[in-house]
T-cell receptor, first 115, second 112 residues
Framework: EAGVVQSPRYKIIEKKQPVAFWCNPI?????LYWYRQNLGQGPELLIR????????DSQLPKDRFSAERLKGVDSTLKIQPAELGDSAVYLC?????????????FGPGTRLTVT | QKEVEQNSGPLSVPEGAIASLNCTYS??????FFWYRQYSGKSPELIMF????GDKEDGRFTAQLNKASQYVSLLIRDSQPSDSATYLC????????????FGKGTHLIIQP
């Protein structure tokens, strides 16, 4: 079974430029997450989707971040404009139900450097 | 604000010994608890999860949960150099579908 796919793996941009990240979840996983991981920290949730609906975007900085999950499969996370503090690894995860519980699996991440 | 606390380490353990990793959480209503392993430059990899008080074993790994003390631990038996990584504890308010709240991780070093 293929894992969560993300692209690009690395991105270097100048501040104030836009950037977009793409994620393809594991087949059949209806729930998709975007997390951000800063150096030396654990991942922090940005947004969660159930199919195509964003059910938790309370931690998404909506002034500059946006996300979409068209057709309930692939998802795109966008930052416009990027700031120096946005440098981090952006992780996409998807989950499925194992009995009564859910397991979240992460993609390889996109390492963003804003200069 | 929900918090998950872990000792950042590094925790150094001789090869073949038992590595013990600990985690405390602030939200008493948390229902499910996850351990992820993260190698340097890689993404988190799910090791196991636990939701009932007591022990849960999977190969060389044992997760322990004590909800009264709001404490979760991970034991790694017969530690191998390949176990050297950062171990992230994550907590969920429900059955795991919600977003996870992670600790900062414990850096584990297995000394050959």
């Amino acid at each position: 079974e293929a894992g969560v796919v993300q692209s690009p793996r690395y991105k270097i941009i100048e501040k104030k430029q836009p950037v977009a990240f793409w994620c393809n979840p594991i087949s059949g996983h209806n729930t998709l997450y975007w997390y951000r991981q800063n150096l030396g920290q654990g991942p922090e949730l940005l947004i969660r989707y159930e199919n195509e609906e964003a059910v938790d975007d309370s931690q998404l900085p909506k002034d500059r971040f946006s996300a979409e999950r068209l057709k309930g499969v692939d998802s795109t996370l966008k930052i416009q404009p990027a700031e120096l503090g946005d440098s981090a690894v952006y992780l996409c995860a998807s989950s499925f139900r194992q009995g009564n519980w859910y397991e979240q699996y992460f993609g390889p991440g996109t390492r963003l450097t804003v200069t | 604000q929900k918090e998950v606390e872990q000792n950042s380490g590094p925790l150094s353990v001789p090869e073949g010994a038992i590595a013990s990793l600990n985690c405390t959480y602030s939200d008493r209503g948390s229902q499910s608890f996850f351990w992820y392993r993260q190698y340097s430059g890689k993404s988190p990899e799910l090791i196991m999860f636990i939701y009932s008080n007591g022990d849960k074993e999977d190969g060389r790994f044992t997760a322990q949960l004590n909800k009264a003390s709001q404490y979760v631990s991970l034991l790694i038996r017969d530690s191998q150099p390949s176990d050297s990584a950062t171990y992230l504890c994550a907590v969920n308010a429900g059955r795991g579908a919600d977003g996870l709240t992670f600790g900062k991780g414990t850096h584990l070093i297995i000394q050959p």
